[in-house]
């Protein structure tokens, strides 16, 4: 079963990240993520950084996976 810790530990080798939360029942994960490689990115382009770092566990592990993608100022300003 996957847990979210290990969610949150895919995505914390692959994004350098200021503030990574992962909360989610085995199937279904809910994650905050806050990064400055999210600058001057789109929010579809910022997902697609995180899909990319679970690669062929969102195909294979993950059912659903929503998500908040914020960088550090966004995050400060209350994203």
Known sequence: ???S??????IAAAIPC????V???GQHFQALVV???FEGKSRV???QLVYAALGERMR???HALSMR??????WQAGG
């Open 23 to 25: 909360v989610g029942d």
């Open 35 to 37: 990064s400055r490689a």
């Open 5 to 10: 810790e290990s969610v949150r530990a895919s």
């Open 60 to 62: 294979a592990e993950i």
């Open 18 to 21: 200021e503030h990574l939360e």
């Open 45 to 47: 382009a910022r997902h």
């Open 69 to 74: 993608t914020l960088t550090p100022q966004e």
């Open 1 to 3: 079963m996957v847990t």
